[in-house]
């Protein structure tokens, strides 16, 4: 393909119904505090449960959806110590459960853990995985499993009691690698050369044999920035956990370009990819105001090197489409408010990659009783990027979206995503005519009584179908997005809330009136 050679496809829909796509909703359940999908089998999927501050194992069978037991799971400390529940994982036919205390007179902190069969009985006992010294306070990331599953990687940051580190106080990190026994293997604090105001971690990852990669941000204090640079960066540290702890840092440079938006994803070979949209710097070495283009990047897994590097600038017939012909026609890009929400490998080695127009607003109105906020959520219109396996863009794909929710978190906007069989399979919610077919374009907001799930499927030459599933006497049930998930190529668990019960809680849980969906493509 020539250089700028870029195909914007400008979609007719077709709504089609003779794709079969099975989809199997199970019975009305209830949920005093419920927890998504945890863990699936070829023939069963498990959630965890709270009800009366006692856990649950649930177990649904795929056959019928219906519940095939609910087992209290049993905890044995063997102490009278304030255990806090820190993290739930399921793997390898087994969920453990992870807890911080505080000991040794609230000088130290521990963490331990407990493992559960899929009957809901303990397998050994409350084991104490290490103890930390000193710090009054740790900031507990989310865990990672290795793509084999044989290791688990826990990040904590360590701070003072008020939770910030002191004044000069170079940023640290304690990593720790279980492996799939939940054996420790190794535990060591690390300090990076960044002063904690400069430094933020963005993503990390463990792979097979340890090696634990990470993705930073990097701002610099104003005083040391001259002309014509960045005011930030991006950085990969690898850190060769289970050996030397060596620590390695590589900037990922776009030569007068920001990086605005980043997903690391790993290949078949556990090298990293780095795709994500970037801002042109201005004359005065700040960056413009929205995304001009999408970049690439390929390190490799042993060395941590950037081994192929290219960028793409968003055509202006795209930018006009998404946005506005005076933006285009003044450079300005796409909206910054456009995130990299999904990235997938092809047979042939190359990638599709989805952006979403995703954002929310605070509205604030402040009368004489007081002031009250509003959250607005958005997830609006589309762009699918087709790349070709040399880093090409081969077409961009733009699907008009509109979703629009309140006060609610967005649980029900946005879309999950597969795919298989040569094709980008998307999983979304969208209002239906009194018809049930969908009106003008994608649109949610309003009334949930109108909304139907509907799959969009687009092939690798940008014709794309869409088909509503189920009918509109079960629109009662609103699918829940947020908390359904491909737990496969081609299967995909859905969560679903009725109308009018429940609400959307901090943490993660709710409660109401939900049903399981197995969706089979």
Same mark, same amino acid.
């Given at each position: ?51 009366? +501050?006692? =856990?649950?194992? @649930?177990?649904?069978?795929? !056959?019928?959806?219906?519940? %095939?037991?609910?087992? /209290?799971?049993?905890? #044995? ?78 990040? +904590?940051? =360590?701070?003072? @009691?008020?939770?910030?580190? !002191?004044?000069?106080?170079? %940023?640290?990190?304690? /990593?720790?690698?279980? #492996? ?342």
């Amino acid at each position: 393909m020539k250089k700028n050679a870029f195909i914007l496809i400008i979609l007719t829909y077709t709504i089609c119904f003779s794709q079969q796509i099975d989809l199997r909703w199970g019975p009305e359940i209830k949920y005093k505090d419920f927890y998504p999908v945890s863990y699936t089998t070829k023939e069963a999927f498990y959630c965890l449960a709270i009800e009366k +501050e006692i =856990p649950y194992l @649930k177990k649904y069978r795929f !056959s019928d959806m219906n519940q %095939e037991y609910s087992k /209290i799971l049993e905890f #044995n400390p063997g102490t009278e110590k304030k255990f806090e529940p820190k993290d739930f994982l399921c793997f390898k036919n087994q969920s453990v459960f992870f807890y911080d205390a505080k000991i040794n007179g609230n000088k130290d902190q521990a963490n331990y853990s407990q493992k559960f069969d899929f009957e809901g009985k303990p397998k050994g006992g409350f084991i104490k995985i290490k103890e930390i010294k000193n710090y009054k306070k740790m900031d507990l990331m989310q865990k990672i499993i290795s793509a084999d599953s044989s290791k688990i990687l826990m990040i +904590e940051s =360590p701070s003072d @009691k008020s939770g910030l580190l !002191s004044k000069g106080e170079s %940023e640290s990190y304690i /990593i720790t690698i279980l #492996n799939d026994n939940i054996d420790l293997l190794k535990s060591f604090e690390i300090k990076l050369p960044y002063k904690d105001k400069d430094f933020s971690l963005e993503d990390y990852y463990i792979l097979n044999d340890g090696t634990v990669t990470l993705l930073a941000r990097v701002d610099f204090k104003r005083k040391d920035v001259k002309k014509d640079e960045e005011n930030y960066i991006y950085q990969i540290i690898t850190i060769n956990a289970l050996q030397n702890q060596e620590l390695k840092q590589y900037d990922l440079n776009l030569d007068r370009k920001y990086i605005a938006n980043i997903q690391l994803k790993l290949d078949k070979k556990e090298n990293i990819i780095c795709l994500g949209t970037y801002s042109d710097m201005k004359d005065n070495g700040k960056p413009k105001e929205g995304i001009n283009g999408i970049f690439f990047l390929t390190i490799d897994k042993t060395t941590g090197t950037i081994t192929s590097k290219s960028t793409k600038e968003f055509p202006n017939n795209v930018v006009e489409k998404l946005t506005s012909a005076r933006r285009a026609r003044n450079d300005k890009g796409l909206n910054s408010e456009f995130k990299l929400k999904y990235i997938t490998e092809k047979p042939d080695g190359g990638l599709i990659a989805v952006l979403e127009e995703n954002y929310y607003k605070i509205v604030t109105i402040c009368r004489q009783n007081g002031c009250t906020q509003t959250y607005h959520y958005y997830a609006n219109d589309f762009l699918i990027i087709n790349i070709s396996k040399t880093n090409e863009i081969q077409s961009f794909i733009h699907i008009e979206k509109e979703q629009h929710s309140i006060n609610d978190g967005g649980r029900a906007n946005s879309f999950i995503g597969t795919f298989y069989n040569n094709k980008l399979y998307m999983l979304m919610n969208t209002q239906t005519n009194k018809y049930g077919k969908i009106e003008d374009k994608l649109k949610m907001k309003g009334s949930y009584k109108s909304v139907l799930p509907v799959m969009v499927t687009v092939d690798l030459k940008g014709n794309v179908e869409m088909n509503i599933l189920g009918s509109r006497e079960k629109t009662s049930f609103l699918t829940l997005i947020q908390y359904s998930s491909f737990r496969s190529d081609n299967k995909a668990i859905l969560v679903a809330q009725k109308a009018g019960s429940g609400c959307f809680c901090s943490g993660g849980a709710f409660f109401g009136n939900y049903r399981h969906g197995m969706l089979t493509l």
